[in-house]
Nanobody, 121 residues
Framework: QVQLVESGGGLVQAGGSLRLSCAAS????????MGWFRQAAGKEREFVAA????????LYTNSVNGRFTISRDNAKNTVYLQMNSLKPEDTAVYYC??????????????WGQGTQVTVSA
C-alpha cells in the first residue's frame, strides 16, 4: 500500500517562503514521477508541478514558474516543493501525488491527504 504524507504547510505573509515535503512509502519511490497539485476553497484541484523519476525533468504551471521549485531525494523517498515569493492566490490545500510524468490528475494514481498553505496579504 502506497502512503504519501505531506508536511510543511502553514500560514505565511505575502512575499514569504515555505517548503513542502512529501514522504513516500510502499513501493519503489525512485521509479515513479511525483507531482504537486493544489485545491483552493470552492475550486477544482489544479496542477502545480511535476518531476520525473530521475529528477532530470520538471514541469510547472505558468502561475508558479520562477517562484516554485520541485525536487526529489530518492535516497529519502521524499519530494519537495520550495515556494518563494508567495502570493495570497497561492492559498490552497497542497497535495502530492505519485504516478506517471504529466500535468493531469489522471496521470497520478496515489495521493496524499494534503497540507494547508495560507498566504496572508
Amino acid at each position: 500500500q502506497v502512503q504519501l504524507v505531506e508536511s510543511g504547510g502553514g500560514l505565511v505573509q505575502a512575499g514569504g517562503s515555505l517548503r513542502l515535503s512529501c514522504a513516500a512509502s510502499g513501493r519503489t519511490f525512485s521509479t515513479y514521477a511525483m507531482g504537486w497539485f493544489r485545491q483552493a476553497a470552492g475550486k477544482e484541484r489544479e496542477f502545480v508541478a511535476a518531476i520525473s523519476w530521475t529528477g532530470e525533468s520538471t514541469l510547472y504551471t505558468n502561475s508558479v514558474n520562477g517562484r516554485f521549485t520541485i525536487s526529489r531525494d530518492n535516497a529519502k523517498n521524499t519530494v519537495y516543493l520550495q515556494m518563494n515569493s508567495l502570493k495570497p492566490e497561492d492559498t490552497a490545500v497542497y497535495y502530492c501525488a505519485q504516478g506517471t510524468y504529466g500535468r493531469t490528475k489522471s496521470d497520478y494514481r496515489y495521493w496524499g491527504q494534503g497540507t494547508q498553505v495560507t498566504v496572508s496579504a
